[in-house]
């Protein structure tokens, strides 16, 4: 089994930043992409972000300039850095990893709020 928990979510004021962190254990050789999603209110979940193992990074239009992702590959972990919070980023962040088990399964985060105030 595989867990990925995410840590860093919170309130802040718009302009502001945060810190999103996710961490995979479990059983499993290795990880390929890893990367960020999120939910607002009364919207479908929408892609935030994703970094393949190679170090290549695809971004929404939404938060490009804005946000940073990275990875620690030593410690299966992903992290994602989000300066000039807007109203807008308010939402569910839930962290995605595509794990080698060896067949390739992906997995979800639980999901962390990051609410961005006015």
């Known amino acids: 089994q595989v867990q990925l928990v995410e840590s860093g979510g919170g309130l802040v004021q718009a302009g502001g930043s945060l810190r999103l962190s996710c961490a995979a254990s479990?059983?499993?050789?290795?990880?390929?992409?890893m990367g960020w999603y999120r939910q607002a209110p009364g919207k479908q979940r929408e892609l935030v972000t994703v970094i393949t193992r190679g170090g290549n990074t695809n971004y929404a239009d939404s938060v490009k300039g804005r946000f940073t992702i990275s990875r620690d590959h030593a410690k299966n972990a992903v992290y994602l850095q989000m300066n000039s919070l807007k109203p807008e980023d308010t939402a569910v962040y839930y962290c995605n990893a595509v794990v080698i088990r060896p067949r390739e399964y992906t997995y979800w985060g639980q999901g962390t709020q990051v609410t961005v105030s006015s």
């Open positions: 479990g059983s499993f050789f290795s990880i390929n992409a």
